[in-house]
């Protein structure tokens, strides 16, 4: 049996409807309804995995009933959705690897820049999507630390 996988382009805006035709729910409780193969155009996360996904080439393959929060700080919005499901699953990989403290620093930063560009390239204003950053690479470390004692 082969499973056939939604094809979207994180930095082409018009794959926008094929991605919301993928999920469903709302603000912090968005899930994957169908098979996504989402193209990163980078190949910097091969390697990762969790129980629904994993990163393989440039792509990050998404089972049905992936669940992710979106935005933890700052609202929705539609330009920031794709970035949100890839940068959630991507730091809870991260989180959950075996490596040195370096490394998951390396990797936190990549996914951390790689989100502000999937916001820019699906249509969010460059100076919106330099200030999410800043508050990824300020708060995120901060958020780790309560995500891993199950506090948030």
């Known amino acids: 049996m082969t499973t056939e996988y939604i094809e979207i382009d994180a930095m082409n805006k018009a794959d926008w409807p094929k991605f919301f035709d993928c999920i469903s729910g709302g603000p912090g409780k968005w899930q994957v309804e169908q098979y996504v193969r989402l193209w990163l155009h980078t190949n910097r996360f091969k390697g990762l995995r969790g129980h629904f996904y994993c990163f393989l ?6 089972a049905p009933l992936t669940r992710w929060n979106g935005s933890s700080v700052v609202k929705d919005t539609p330009a920031c959705l794709m970035a949100s499901l890839f940068h959630d699953l991507a730091c809870g990989a ?59």
């Open 57 to 62: 080439g440039e792509s990050l393959m998404v």
């Open 94 to 152: 991260i989180r959950s690897m075996s490596a040195s403290r370096f490394t998951k620093w390396r990797l936190r930063r990549d996914a951390d820049l790689l989100y502000r560009k999937i916001c820019i390239a699906q249509g969010m204003w460059g100076i919106r999507a330099d200030i999410r950053f800043a508050g990824l690479r300020l708060g995120g470390p901060v958020y780790s630390l309560f995500k891993r004692d199950g506090r948030a």
